[in-house]
């Protein structure tokens, strides 16, 4: 089992910035992927960014230029840096890690999510 713990969502003015980080434990694979999901109400959830334990990075079009996703592999943390926040950047995001043995995912993991909130 991996449990993720998450922290660093809040409340900020648009246009402000918000540092996010997930810290992992337990039976994580040398080759994972991490990542950060957002679920805005009344909508799915969706992918923001993951990185790869070798650092490739996803980062969905609508946060590009604006989102960073780092990850410190020697603590399992992966952090997501939030930029020129948005009023529809709001919603609650969740951490997610998948750990990985070639193209398989042989397990994938939820954090319990934090919330943010981008008021106009």
């Known amino acids: 089992q991996v449990q993720l713990v998450e922290s660093g969502g809040g409340l900020v003015q648009a246009g402000g910035s918000l540092k996010l980080s997930c810290a992992a434990s337990g039976s994580i694979a040398s080759s994972n992927t991490m990542g950060w999901y957002r679920q805005a109400p009344g909508k799915q959830r969706e992918l923001v960014a993951r990185?790869?334990?070798?650092?490739?990075?996803n980062i969905a079009e609508s946060v590009k230029g604006r989102f960073t996703i780092s990850r410190d592999n020697t603590k399992n943390t992966v952090f997501l840096q939030m930029n020129s926040l948005m009023p529809e950047d709001t919603g609650v995001y969740y951490c997610?890690?998948?750990?990985?043995?070639?193209?398989?995912?042989?397990?994938?993991?939820w954090g319990r999510g934090t919330q943010v909130t981008v008021s106009s």
């Open positions: 997610n890690l998948q750990n990985t043995f070639g193209p398989v995912v042989t397990g994938a993991y």
């Open positions: 990185i790869t334990s070798g650092g490739d990075t």
